[in-house]
């Protein structure tokens, strides 16, 4: 029976696989306008944004999903995203986008990543003891303080400059069309870092889904492994949110995706089917955005969309199962 149902999670990830691939093709192929030597090269950067973007955020949160035990919550529910958008805004508005924080993007990459990390250390810092507060007191204030956070971009991105205004938009909005290689070399390497930690912690994983009791029974250290997470998480939205702008729904829909899809609790199968289906997303959304669309949306605004459609269908769906 295992054996089988092994053989079955092969097959779909192989599915997955294919429908990935061609969907790489097909972006990476389709319609080249302005020669190819120019054009396919940039198109080759975009697609590994979006492969980076992808993984990042699926991996992220399916470990997050397991440390909170809830498949409804997602890393940015900490205020994660809401941090870049602070960051981004305050930029604009104390130093303006003549500003070298603006002008360089390394800086920029760079001063969002520390923002946002230590943004979550310090929130893990002061409130994450599992042997005082509960995850769940974690969880509410940073809902709470991504709240806060919002209310304070709101405020001044009502009083700021119109034009800084307009210029502040194309950060605040995930996009792909103008990633630079440099940054995603740097981008790739951080998430090739976290692969290597996180490939250390998986079969802990596997085995903190038995419960809190369960796991520590079984010679888990279960308070010091979900900090790890907290963090790697953390650091893996903070990468690709840095890299791309937020997507605040991506990691709800393939996470919740690939717990229908594949029939395990192996984390390294869930992550890596997560993974498969969040690059075809994000793949399949830009391409409709350039060639369906003709770029008058952007890819974060379609998953977002579907996304808040998924999240009250899953937050009805729970509530019909507690009823």
């Known amino acids: 029976m295992q054996s089988s149902v092994k053989k079955s999670n092969i097959k779909k990830l192989v599915v997955l696989g294919i429908i990935a691939i061609v969907s790489i093709l097909c972006y990476s192929l389709y319609n080249i306008q302005g020669g190819f030597s120019y054009a396919f090269p940039k198109r080759l950067v975009r697609v590994g944004a979006m492969i980076i973007t992808g993984i990042a955020i699926a991996y992220a949160t399916v470990m997050f999903q397991t440390v909170t035990r809830n498949r409804i919550l997602t890393p940015s529910v900490i205020g994660v995203d809401s941090m870049y958008e602070v960051v981004q805004t305050a930029i604009y508005f104390f130093l303006g986008s003549a500003s070298i924080f603006v002008v360089d993007r390394y800086l920029n990459f760079g001063t969002a990543i520390f923002a946002m990390v230590l943004f979550a250390l310090l929130l893990y810092r002061f409130l994450f003891r599992a042997d005082k507060y509960p995850i769940f007191l974690l969880l509410l204030a940073g809902m709470v303080i991504g709240t806060l956070l919002g209310s304070m971009v709101t405020f001044l991105q009502v009083i700021i400059d119109p034009v800084e205004y307009l210029s502040l938009q194309t950060r ?92 395990t609790y192996k984390h390294s199968t869930l992550i890596l089917g997560a993974s498969l289906i969040s690059i075809i997303a994000l793949v399949g959304g830009q391409f409709l955005v350039q060639h369906v669309f003709e770029l008058n949306t952007t890819v974060s605004v379609i998953i977002n969309f579907i996304g808040g459609i998924y999240f009250i269908y899953l937050l009805l769906k729970e509530s019909r199962a507690a009823g």
């Open 172 to 263: 605040l909005f995930a996009s792909f069309t103008n990633v630079k290689s440099e940054l995603l070399l740097i981008a790739a390497i951080i998430l090739g870092i976290c692969f290597i930690f996180g490939g250390r912690i998986m079969r802990d994983l596997d085995v903190m889904n038995l419960g809190r009791e369960t796991a520590i029974n079984l010679g888990i250290n279960y308070d010091k492994l979900v900090l790890h997470v907290l963090i790697l998480s953390s650091i893996l939205i903070a990468t690709s949110t840095a890299l791309v702008g937020p997507i605040t729904f991506l990691g709800l829909i393939v996470s919740n995706l690939a717990y229908q899809y594949l029939v």
